[in-house]
């Protein structure tokens, strides 16, 4: 059983930068596809950006977010910068068992984090 554990998340003004954290136990995450999620006040969860063997983004946060992983420290990465008062959510690490089919659909990831809070002020 994988337990991911996300943190870095804080409140910030727009424009500011944060890098969340995912850190892995139980699996080793370089063999599988990973993502973040997120869910904003009164939203649905929506994907951000996934990790497999290329490396996929929403249109919303493409150009500003960017995903990685550390394998030595079996850790996934989310980079976010110039961050708008939109990105507020809960952002959620997640990992998918296999590669294939859709990287951005929350469905096919069985393995989820407990979320860390993001908040952007204008």
């Known amino acids: 059983q994988v337990q991911l554990v996300e943190s870095g998340g804080r409140s910030v003004q727009a424009g500011a930068s944060l890098r969340l954290s995912c850190a892995a136990s139980?699996?080793?995450?370089?063999?599988?596809?990973m993502a973040w999620f997120r869910q904003g006040p009164g939203k649905e969860r929506e994907f951000v950006a996934a990790?497999?063997?290329?490396?996929y983004y929403a249109d919303s946060v493409k150009g500003r977010f960017t995903i990685s992983r550390d394998n030595a420290q079996n850790t996934l990465y989310l980079q976010m910068n110039s961050l708008k008062p939109d990105d507020t959510a809960v952002y959620y690490c997640?990992?998918?068992?296999?590669?294939?089919?859709?990287?951005?659909?929350?469905?096919?990831?069985?393995?989820w984090g407990q979320g860390t809070q993001v908040t952007v002020s204008s």
């Open positions: 997640a990992l998918k068992e296999y590669y294939s089919g859709s990287y951005s659909n929350q469905y096919d990831y069985g393995n």
């Open positions: 990790i497999a063997r290329r490396i």
């Open positions: 139980g699996r080793t995450i370089s063999t599988y596809p």
